[in-house]
């Protein structure tokens, strides 16, 4: 059934920003790979740095297509790296980033190689009981739709 586009993005958007360890998965070549990244977002926009040698990076280059996961939110999306730390227009970014995640900046931020990636959400997946009932709610972003299923 049909719900709120607007009350469910709301929702997102509020738990990302509470929340700011996420787990991020990859793939390539039906190899998938997961690991925990420290993000900030705009809206339904997500960042996250990372280098130019790391599997991630790899991986993403290979297949843009992305999923984030905290608790019973999953996001799925397309990553495209936006340059790196020093570039005027990633200023406001970076101090966004570092008011979160000072310390992972201060031991990657500046490393060689080093680039910030943004992820573009196309889906979003929750899981919840409401009444001691599952159901699943998607929010799709693309389609500014939103709907409930039911599993009993």
């Known amino acids: ?27 390539e070549n039906d190899v998938v790979t997961s690991r925990s990244m420290s993000i900030i977002n705009i809206g339904l926009e997500i960042f996250f740095q990372t280098n130019k040698r790391y599997i991630k990076y790899l991986q993403m280059f290979k297949n843009r297509n992305v999923s984030l996961c905290f608790m019973n939110v999953s996001i799925e999306g397309t990553a495209e790296e936006i340059g790196d730390w020093k570039e005027e227009r990633n200023a406001e970014l970076l101090k966004l980033y ?29 899981w919840k009981y409401i009444d001691g009932k599952p159901l699943r709610e998607n929010l799709y972003v693309r389609e500014k739709r939103a709907e409930r299923i039911d599993f009993i």
């Open 98 to 126: 570092k008011a979160a995640h000072k310390s992972s900046f201060d031991t990657y931020g500046m490393l060689d190689q080093q680039v910030v990636i943004k992820v573009i959400p196309t889906k979003v997946k929750y």
């Open 1 to 27: 059934m049909e719900i709120s586009y607007f009350e469910l993005e709301k929702e997102t958007v509020e738990i990302l920003d509470k929340n700011k360890v996420w787990v991020l998965s990859t793939s």
